[in-house]
């Protein structure tokens, strides 16, 4: 599978509604980025529930208890805003964020092909677990489900364009063959 048979999202979700705040229609955010600061200079963002859209002017951004607290002009009570409890706050792909050497979006990696430095196909990116230290990337094959950590001694190649994730196996991240 190519790059170009997998069609690049739209939105980078960056949080998600958690709950309303106050009568006028401002929603508290919980933060689902690496560089949650960023959060607080948005300006204009959309907010995403199931097939719903909406782009919303984002009036009002401050931080509040490990939250971002927002205000968009489109909505303005507590009911409208209650009516986006759950959904996404995200921002059109081509406005996000240029992320470091070495750092990728989630929807870059999950299904992304995983194989050793031998050219053993392990299976597919099905999810990415955030431990703290590093993520950890569930890949799920033949060999069942596998995980592997995220760091440089055992990521060897990453490439994007062919959707290609190629490790170095260490001792014990799978089960030997019998």
């Known amino acids: 599978m190519t790059r170009d048979s997998r069609p ?15 009568v006028r229609g401002a929603f508290r955010v919980a933060p689902e980025t690496d560089y949650p600061e960023r959060l607080l200079t948005l300006r204009a963002a959309v907010l995403l529930r199931g ?32 009516e986006w409890r759950g959904g996404a706050l995200a921002v059109p792909r081509e406005t996000a964020a240029v992320l470091p050497a070495g750092h990728h979006y989630v929807f870059d990696v999950l299904d992304m092909s995983v194989q050793t430095e031998d050219g053993e196909v392990l299976g597919r990116v099905v999810e990415i677990l955030r431990t703290g230290s590093n993520d950890v990337y569930r890949v799920r094959g033949r060999r069942g489900d596998v995980l592997i950590p995220a760091i440089d001694s055992v990521i060897r190649a990453f490439d994007i364009d062919s959707r290609t994730m190629v490790i170095r196996l260490l001792p014990g991240l799978v089960e030997e063959r019998r």
């Open 8 to 22: 690049e999202p739209k939105f980078v979700i960056v949080g998600r509604i958690v709950k309303t705040h106050g």
């Open 51 to 82: 097939d719903h859209a909406l782009p919303v002017e984002l009036d009002d951004v401050r931080p509040l208890a490990g939250h971002v607290l927002m205000h968009a002009r489109e909505i303005g009570t507590i009911e409208a805003a209650a």
